[in-house]
């Protein structure tokens, strides 16, 4: 069982199969009613292999209709949009965006429909509508998701958690799954809903409107090839208060002295890492690209109006790359600038930046940069911090 | 671990009692009553189904809850003698999947008599713990099966008259 921070965005395996003729109780009672239905219905009974669209593609292309705060959305408009719109897309991966509202305390229905009316400007109604088919959305993708509102199933009682969706607490959840692994021989990698039976390979919790922690059942991301000690070393530096290091390299000298005019590198390594560890995907190689690209046409452009003050350069730079890298960093963006300017600034190479930053920090790792040596261990669940199951949620009461 | 599991399971059996006496009359079929003094012992009454050879008889059902509920199922028996195709006649032992491989902790004692309730009036005599009452109805003698059945109904799960 391994730990990870996600960053708002995920995509599961390629060639893997909806679960066929699976009833779906829950989320069927509200189907008829729900936009979208149709292409889910499309995807789970296809039963063709799904391929999970980035919550970016959404993002991107429907740009306007992500109006609600934070990570929220006007659901069905933007399913209704994809509909009539994208529908070329939509064929060709299946659906499957991940919404979450972010809503403060939420121990009954009406503070529920509160908490979403603040969010989303069409009433309590439309509030609830939302609601409904994000829960339909989140039910349909292959995740168990835990949730704050409705009891736990498992405990009966409402749970603490103060996520949006459905039914377990996290501990709970967790703990079945180690028992339905520990039943079986082979090691399994899905455990199945205790309640609709779906086939999960993620439990997702800890949705804090920005990005949520994803759980995988029985995978070891020490692993996997590409996810190497430096990456688990990067996505642990967003643990930390940003700005710790903006001391270590001059920023503003960086942009005084034009010296983002001059290309750097090892930027394009720095930066697939970086983005590798954020995302955790091995593929990042289009949001890479997208990213330099913005900063090389900077580069180019600002050439042109040598005129403009060193701050306007800055602001404009982050703007830039800011709106490259929200898609698919989400909450995670502002912190990214900061680094991404702490690393140019720094005018080093990936390994004196990690070993500078490391030195800053006082971290004892030893060899980041060794990525050969990386050792198969259980050091890396601690290396993502306040990822610990906590075991003392059963007297809660309510 | 195991101290916070006892209480875990302690706290959703309580709430489950609560949830018996507050929806006491939603299904008169099943009477689910808890020990007065062992939470992990419940017993239930449950009616048999109408137009099985079960009905009018009331069966009497012993409940044993282990510590790692609801991560494993109850232990469930018939104390009342039944002649059904997956009850072991003797024991009481019943056959059902969702008492074994296919437990799953969404399932609660309520719903595990509504389940049993289910198999009574839907016998799966391909695998059978009563093997003469599976071979009647494997043999297609369903009038055989039915005459025991009702037989045994009368005998045992009827308040005797008079």
Same mark, same amino acid.
């Given at each position: ?26 989320? =069927?009672?509200?189907?008829? =009613? ?5 292409? &889910? ?71 529920? @429909? ?28 292959? /995740?168990?998701?835990? #949730?704050?509102?409705?009891?736990? %199933?498992?405990?009966? /009682? ?15 959840? &967790? ?25 999960? =390979? ?37 643990? +930390? ?24 590198? *090892? ?11 954020? +995302? ?5 190689? !289009?949001?890479?690209?997208? $990213? ?37 960093? @989400? ?18 190479? !990936? ?6 930053? !490391?030195?800053?920090?006082? *971290? ?24 610990? $199951? ?9 | 671990? $195991? ?38 012992? *419940? ?20 409940? #044993? ?16 003698? !039944? ?15 969702? %008492? ?6 969404? *399932? ?38 039915? =005459? ?15």
């Amino acid at each position: 069982m391994i730990f990870r921070g996600g960053a708002g965005v995920e995509r599961a395996d390629e060639g893997e199969l909806v679960g066929l003729g699976s009833t779906h109780v829950h989320a =069927s009672e509200q189907r008829e =009613s729900l936009y979208g239905m149709t292409l &889910l219905d499309r995807a789970r009974n296809d039963g063709c292999p799904r391929h999970h669209v980035l919550v970016s593609h959404f993002v991107e292309q429907l740009e306007g209709v992500w109006k609600m705060a934070a990570f929220g959305v006007h659901v069905e408009e933007i399913v209704a949009e994809v509909e009539g719109r994208e529908k070329g897309l939509l064929d060709e991966f299946g659906v499957h965006g991940f919404v979450v509202p972010q809503v403060e305390s939420l121990d009954d229905g009406a503070e529920n @429909a509160r908490g979403l009316f603040d969010l989303c400007s069409g009433g309590p109604s439309k509030a609830l509508r939302v609601l409904q088919t994000m829960r339909v959305w989140i039910e349909a993708t292959d /995740k168990i998701v835990v #949730s704050f509102s409705a009891p736990c %199933l498992l405990v009966l /009682k409402r749970n603490f958690l103060k996520y949006f969706a459905d039914k377990f607490c996290y501990n709970c959840i &967790l703990h079945w799954t180690k028992v339905v692994s520990g039943k079986h021989s082979h090691h399994a990698t899905s455990v199945k809903c205790p309640l609709c039976k779906i086939e999960s =390979s993620s439990i997702i919790h800890g949705y804090d409107g920005m990005s949520f922690q994803q759980c995988y059942v029985n995978q070891d991301l020490g692993n996997s090839v590409f996810f190497s000690r430096a990456h688990k070393y990067r996505l642990q530096c967003y643990y +930390i208060k940003p700005g710790t290091l903006s001391g270590e390299f001059n920023v503003s000298r960086y942009w005084k002295s034009y010296k983002y005019l001059q290309p750097n590198r *090892w930027f394009y390594s720095w930066l697939k890492r970086e983005i590798q560890a954020l +995302i955790q995907e091995e593929d990042v190689d !289009i949001v890479v690209h997208h $990213i330099l690209g913005v900063t090389d046409s900077f580069r180019r452009n600002t050439q042109k109006f040598p005129q403009s003050s060193p701050e306007t350069k800055q602001e404009e730079f982050k703007a830039l790359v800011s709106k490259a890298a929200k898609p698919f960093l @989400a909450g995670r963006t502002d912190q990214f600038l900061d680094e991404v300017e702490l690393f140019l600034a720094s005018g080093l190479n !990936i390994d004196a930046y990690d070993r500078v930053y !490391i030195q800053h920090l006082g *971290w004892n790792i030893p060899d980041i940069t060794g990525e050969d040596k990386e050792e198969k261990s259980h050091e890396h669940t601690h290396l993502v911090p306040y990822l610990h $199951i906590l075991d003392d949620d059963i007297d809660e009461t309510d | 671990m $195991i101290a916070s599991q006892l209480q875990a399971s302690r706290a959703r059996l309580f709430k489950e009692y609560k949830e018996v006496q507050r929806e006491k009359s939603a299904d008169p079929d099943i009477q689910l009553v808890c020990d007065d003094s062992n939470i992990f012992k *419940w017993t239930a009454l449950i009616k048999g189904p109408s137009e099985t050879p079960y009905e009018g008889g009331v069966f009497q059902l012993a409940f #044993s809850v282990p510590e790692q509920y609801p991560l494993q199922p109850p232990q469930v028996r018939f104390l009342t003698k !039944i002649f059904h195709p997956n009850v072991h006649f003797k024991t009481g032992e019943i056959c059902l999947d969702i %008492l074994k491989n296919a437990w799953s902790p969404a *399932w609660t004692l309520q719903s595990v008599c509504r389940a049993i309730i289910a198999l009574m009036a839907h016998p799966e005599p391909d695998s059978p713990l009563n093997c003469d009452s599976g071979n009647l109805l494997r043999s297609g003698d369903i009038r055989g099966f039915q =005459s025991m059945a009702r037989m045994y109904t009368r005998l045992a799960a009827m308040p005797k008259k008079g």
